[in-house]
């Protein structure tokens, strides 16, 4: 069984930083495996942002995270990170990282992925 955990929300000014991990439950190794971000909103449907693949750890984001996101692993920590910066209201929901084992690539469909974290919030407002 695969357990991810999400951490790092809180609430952020327009314009600020917040940087996101996923870490893996003891025993699974995150290296192996493509690993997404994905946020819903209120009202709204779940929406890809970034995912790092697991051949070669190239990154791939959504157009409008492009520029001001960035994913990233740490392999010795077993965890992947999603840096956000220049945040806006809009990027305000759950955000959620999420893998399958038989994912080789990157992937913004959410039937894509079998495992997901429980999400942590990231509210920006002043």
């Known amino acids: 069984q695969v357990q991810l955990v999400e951490s790092g929300g809180g609430l952020v000014q327009p314009g600020g930083s917040l940087r996101l991990a996923c870490a893996a439950a003891s025993g699974f190794t995150l290296d192996y495996y493509t690993i997404a971000w994905f946020r819903q909103a209120p009202g709204k449907e779940r929406e890809g942002v970034s995912c790092?693949?697991?051949?070669?750890?190239?990154?791939y984001y959504a157009d409008s995270e492009k520029g001001r996101f960035t994913i990233s692993r740490d392999k010795a920590k077993n965890t992947v990170y999603l840096q956000m910066n220049s945040l806006k209201p809009e990027d305000t929901a759950v955000y959620y990282c999420?893998?399958?084992?038989?994912?080789?690539?990157?992937?913004?469909?959410?039937?894509?992925?079998?495992?997901w974290g429980q999400g942590t919030q990231v509210t920006v407002d002043y």
């Open positions: 999420a893998t399958d084992p038989r994912l080789r690539y990157c992937s913004f469909d959410t039937y894509d992925y079998d495992y």
């Open positions: 790092i693949v697991t051949s070669d750890d190239s990154p």
